[in-house]
């Protein structure tokens, strides 16, 4: 897994994310069409019986913080220079904050949003990393809430996954300004993956037998 903004030729950077060929994730387009045609919608990804089962599975959800989660995170964010990292945890109603370096919050109730506000969602609907360069621009993000209430501009995430594949969460790096520019600015990004690649394992070990 790696996290990665890529540049065009031209110089200009974009985010590399799988989504249908209209721009958007294909669960996304299906809903819409339902809605549209008054049939029955499919539930959102997030909302599947076998990834929930998998996610409390892992016993992490409402956990406290642990050192050897929190040592992934802030490796993350130093090494790609960003000023949040956070492994998440998802399940039909809220994105849980395993680890969450840049905010200071303990509480559960304060390590946490709705799955509707986070990025995540879009982790767990295209079944693969999302990014975004800038959010306040991206027509699939610019009316989320948390782009106003915590700032976020940059985003990019790559799954967090259970034995057998499924989405639990994401490990995700998040900034202030929009990232991109000259690849020099991301080569760091090569450093950090030793990190991306040890917290499925991690998850793993948390996991019931």
Known sequence: MVIRWSSTPTGSSRPVVRTS???????????????????R?????????????????????????????????????????????????????RSYWKSCRGVDAVAVEDRQNPVEESFCQHVVGLDDGFAVRDARLDPRTRDNPSVEAMGVIAW?????????????????????????????????????RPAVRAVPSRVARSGAP
């Open 21 to 39: 060929t209209s721009g958007w994730p294909a669960w996304r387009v299906r809903r819409s069409v339902c809605a549209a045609g008054r049939l």
């Open 156 to 192: 990019a995430g790559e799954p967090i996954r259970s034995r057998d594949g499924l989405v639990l969460g994401s490990f995700c790096v998040l900034g202030s300004e929009p990232r991109g520019g000259h690849s020099r600015r991301l080569a760091g990004e090569h450093r950090a």
């Open 41 to 93: 919608m499919p539930p959102p990804p997030w909302r599947r019986q076998s990834r929930l089962d998998a996610v409390r599975r892992t016993n992490l959800l409402d956990s406290a913080p642990e050192e050897s989660f929190d040592r992934l995170t802030d490796a993350a964010a130093s090494l790609l220079g960003t000023e949040y990292a956070f492994v998440t945890i998802v399940d039909e109603r």
